[in-house]
């Protein structure tokens, strides 16, 4: 329960429909993945900055444990509140604030949805690079809590590296703004990287400015059929010096993920046949139509020329382009395989296929019935599996999690390529952050956040 008295006065700061309660909030999900009823005591909704400042400055002197939301796309259960705490989302804050076409930037509030963003600076000739299955749901604050990854890190890098300017709101209502909408600041410290991927516990994403890029005038896409794990970053290098720079995804798939999203009850048709053991989609955007197209095709048959691929499709038009994406994008049917544990690690491309391997080897010997899709942006370094081994009770969650995290040590690799760390992967984060590491994210945390109330418990226990 929240104290009644913190909940007359947050409400006389957002007023009519600012705070909620009851059945408006257990009616709402708690996440994508458990999509189970949220439990939060309240939740409130500010429209501005100044709200949330003046929200957050009576639930610090309260001592009010607050979890910030946004499009509740994560992974790591980042947005889970109990019944003690209450909840504040960005969905009020929405708008766009200004497209700078001149820089080119864009100025949002947090709580705008990623596909927004895209369509609004598609419609101005520009780009926000950032796009990931989620972009139709996800909101920028969050994106920015979490550093995103998505598709197109292999060409324009994490969301870390597409801000230039953030506004934030501390634990106390202090109000950091380095709005500054420039690419060269070295002004002292660059303070927006505090909470770029702390995941709410530093300070609240509130505005952020979005370095934008030339829409592209051609994008060419195609699927290939690979016989070995080998020739994978052969192919990849192959692509990145045939591609001349406009090289933009590069998404590897296992024969068991590929099946899975190319066989009903998924939508889309197989383009190749299902028997090859590796498959990856390919995808290069340009500036010039008929240039980029004979590029790709030539880099296309260097990779067919030289054996490192054993079948090829090349999409044709926009259509076939979108059904080779929409496999991809399909994470929809790992739910077909409930209760499932999902992964997204990292490590580099040298140790990928022996640590898939082991990964698989040790689930069999354990689980032999096991279902195990992996994929993922092998470009720049990033898998995703997705496990199910029939029971979803916490000893065999552990199990599962003690091999996947398992096979990192060793390999220089990182238990959160792209989804954080949140509640489900703070016990297992001292297996890739050293003890100096993970005492200086204390440090910060105490200082920013010295009570403890911003999405207490994630990240750091």
């Known amino acids: 329960m929240v104290d009644p008295q913190l909940l007359s006065s947050i409400t006389a700061v957002l007023g009519p429909g600012g705070v909620l309660t009851g059945d408006a909030v257990s009616s709402r999900s708690a996440g994508w993945i458990s999509r189970s009823s949220l439990k939060a005591a309240a939740l409130f909704r500010p429209r501005t900055t100044q709200e949330l400042s003046a929200v957050m400055r009576l ?87 979490t550093n995103a990854g998505g598709n197109r890190v292999i060409r324009y890098g994490m969301t870390r590296n597409l801000i230039l300017g953030l506004e934030a709101v501390l634990a106390d209502g202090t109000i950091i703004s380095s709005m500054y909408p420039v690419v060269k600041n070295n002004s002292g410290y660059d303070l927006k990287h505090l909470f770029v991927g702390s995941e709410g516990t530093l300070g609240i994403v509130t505005r952020a400015i979005l370095r934008l890029q030339p829409q592209p005038r051609s994008q060419n896409t195609a699927f290939l059929a690979v016989n070995d794990f080998a020739s994978l970053p052969k192919i990849l290098n192959e692509l990145n010096a ?93 739910h077909q395989f409930r209760p499932w544990f999902g992964f997204d690690v990292s490590l580099p491309i040298k140790h ?47 199990g599962v999690e003690s091999i996947v995290y398992g096979g990192l040590v060793g390999r220089t690799g990182s238990i959160s390529a792209e989804h954080g760390v949140g509640l489900e992967k703070r016990a297992w984060l001292k297996m890739c952050r050293t003890p100096e590491e993970l005492a200086l994210m204390r440090t910060l945390k105490q200082a920013l956040d010295p009570k403890g109330i911003l999405n207490a418990g994630k990240i750091l226990a």
């Not at 002197?61 to 979890?67: C, N, S």
């Not at 048709?269 to 955007?285: E, G, N």
Request: proline share 5%.
């Open 352 to 398: 990928m296929d022996e640590y898939v391997k082991e990964v698989r080897e040790r689930l069999n010997a354990r689980w032999p019935d096991n279902k195990a899709f992996v994929f993922g942006h092998m470009g720049d370094g990033n898998l995703h599996l997705n496990i199910h081994v029939g029971p979803g009770d916490e000893e065999s969650r552990h």
């Open 242 to 334: 045939g591609l001349g720079g406009t090289l933009s995804a590069f998404e590897v798939m296992w024969n068991e993920f590929y099946r899975l999203v190319s066989t009903p009850p998924a939508k889309q048709h197989p383009p190749l046949p299902q028997t090859y053991p590796l498959y990856v989609l390919v995808d290069a955007l340009g500036s010039d139509e008929a240039t980029d197209r004979d590029r790709f095709s030539a880099a296309l048959e260097g990779v067919m020329d030289k054996g490192l691929a054993a079948d090829c499709v090349v999409a044709l038009n926009a259509g076939e382009r979108a059904g080779i994406w929409a496999m991809r994008d399909d994470v929809d049917q790992f």
């Open 59 to 145: 639930c610090h002197a309260a001592g009010q444990p607050v979890v910030p939301h946004g499009g509740l796309t994560g992974l790591v259960e980042g947005g889970h509140a109990s019944e003690n705490e209450v909840v504040v989302s960005l969905e009020l804050m929405n708008q766009i604030e200004e497209l700078d076409e001149a820089a080119p930037s864009m100025t949002v509030q947090a709580g705008v949805v990623l596909e927004t963003i895209q369509q609004t600076a598609q419609a101005r000739g520009l780009l926000f690079p950032l796009d990931l299955g989620a972009r139709g749901s996800a909101m920028i604050g969050g994106l920015i809590s």
